[in-house]
């Protein structure tokens, strides 16, 4: 069995902090195959905690629920709704305007060739891409800034 990554883990760990739930294993498991905690894994813990907090319901004795998609949802929500979103992938190099940006396909086509992770494309904020270190595709050109209204 593969270890479960480093972002997934801390996702995992703000879930059970926001629900006060520790998981068993196998809630575990089904946890991290849930395509929103992929998501989630996406933006720093901080602002996971801000919209978890509002997307929780009370439960008896101190617990919360939270929906792993409800979850993402506020979190989207937080974000301006202004702001800049490109699209990327974990594991490449670049940002995107795009969702089928030829470059984007041929990138996850060739990494799959090589036997390499490949990762669904997360739309996400500007900054995010760049704090993560991505660089502007050279294909689809996406805008880096807002235009002048």
């Not at 991290?32 to 509002?54: N, Q």
Request: net charge positive; glycine share 6%; proline share 5%.
């Amino acid at each position: 069995m593969r270890p479960i990554p480093e972002r997934l883990l801390s996702v995992l760990n703000d879930f059970q902090q926001l629900t006060n739930v520790i998981l068993e294993p196998a809630e575990k498991a089904k946890f991290f195959e849930d395509e929103a905690v992929g998501r989630l894994s996406m933006h720093p813990s901080p602002l996971r905690i801000k919209a978890g907090k509002l997307a929780r319901k009370e439960k008896a004795g101190g617990t919360f629920i939270l929906s792993a998609a409800k979850w993402i949802d506020s979190l989207y929500d937080l974000s301006e709704r202004n702001s800049i979103r490109v699209w990327i992938t974990r594991g490449g190099f670049r940002f995107h305007e795009n969702r089928n940006c030829t470059a984007l396909a041929e990138g996850q086509s060739k990494a799959n060739e090589q036997g390499k992770d490949t990762y669904n494309p997360q739309f996400v904020e500007l900054v995010e891409a760049i704090r993560y270190g991505k660089k502007p595709c050279l294909v689809c050109k996406p805008k880096t800034k807002k235009a002048k209204e």
